[in-house]
């Protein structure tokens, strides 16, 4: 046998990225593929340090690179090539290194299509979409959802100057009907919704809060999801859940944008239940 003590490199940059768990799942879905070569990095890298730190998945021949918080819209510039939607986010969550040759992706969006094809066995065409949040989350949910044959998307945000950028977004990239509305005190939703998007950071542990929302205004079966990983069941899913909603947790989504990424680097299918066991498992300990 070969000899080759050289391992593939992979990881994330971030600042803070210390409680980041994304390595838990990674680790655990390349072990699965029996890919023992393979290394998943939690790495910090400040703000200043990021021009470099991407210049170094070149000398280290890195396979390929997560970003998140601060990173995911400074990376553009040191990129060689970005996906079409990734450029219309304007935001990259996902690197890979293709012979030196840096190719900027987001899969942040495409975890949640995959998840609500999957997990929810919904195929969105056709639907009338409520999102709450305007952040790089939605706006990476909204450009997948726009480009997937829904009926409209109404954008309901706190701040009008962030929700409003992201309709004039969406109106200008794609031919979806698109509607914002402020977001002040208690919301009632619109009466013809099919699926509701929680995409705002509420609920994300240890923060045990729900948006204010009338929630007799969601009509049963309607399908509520939420882009919260940790708790998987927030307590938005839960009051969904009680008037009658079917619901979507936002651990899928975080496993199928790993997932994604995982076959990038590698070419291989991803392994989605050793992946998924690895985070659940660390939420329930740690959640
Ligand atoms: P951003 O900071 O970019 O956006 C946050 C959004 O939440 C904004 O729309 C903000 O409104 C809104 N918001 C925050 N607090 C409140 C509040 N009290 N009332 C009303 N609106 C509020 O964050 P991201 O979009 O990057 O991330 C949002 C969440 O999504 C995070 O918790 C993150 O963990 C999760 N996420 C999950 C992923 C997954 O794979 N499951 C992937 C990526 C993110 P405003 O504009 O008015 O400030």
């Known amino acids: 046998m070969k000899i080759d003590f050289v391992p593939n490199l992979t990881g994330v940059f971030g600042s803070p990225v ?33 021009k470099e730190a991407i210049s170094s998945l070149r000398t280290f021949n890195m396979k390929g690179i997560h970003l998140t918080i601060p990173h995911k819209v400074s990376v553009l510039e040191y990129l060689d090539e970005i996906s079409s939607t990734a450029k219309t986010m304007g935001a990259v969550n996902t690197v890979m290194n293709i012979d030196g040759k840096l190719v900027g992706e987001n899969t942040d969006g495409k975890g949640f ?12 065409a056709g639907k009338n979409i409520v999102i709450l949040g305007a952040g790089g989350a939605a706006r990476a949910i909204c450009v997948e959802l726009a480009f997937a044959n829904v009926d409209s998307i109404t954008i309901i945000n706190r701040s009008t100057k962030r929700g409003e950028e992201l309709a004039q977004l969406l109106f200008e990239s794609s ?46 079966g309607i399908l509520a999801c ?35 990424a995982l076959t990038m680097w590698t070419g291989k299918e991803a392994p989605i239940k050793e992946m998924k066991e690895a985070l659940s498992g660390f939420f329930a300990r740690n959640g």
């Open 113 to 124: 299509m995959e998840s609500l094809k999957k997990d929810a066995k919904v195929n969105p």
């Open 18 to 50: 210390a409680e980041n768990p994304t390595v838990l799942m990674m680790e655990a879905g390349y072990k699965a593929l029996g890919l023992d070569n393979w290394k998943y990095l939690t790495l910090e890298v400040p703000p200043e340090n990021l």
């Open 226 to 260: 939420d882009v919260i990983p940790n708790p998987p069941q927030t307590e938005f899913l839960q009051e969904a859940n009680s008037v009658g909603a079917k619901t979507l947790d936002g651990l899928g989504m975080l496993v199928y944008q790993g997932a994604l």
């Open 175 to 220: 031919n979806v009907t698109v509607d914002f509305l402020p977001w002040d005190n208690l919301l009632s939703l619109p009466s013809d919704v099919d699926i509701l998007v929680q995409a705002t950071s509420i609920g994300l542990y240890p923060n045990k809060e729900k948006p204010s929302i009338n929630y007799d205004s969601l009509k049963p």
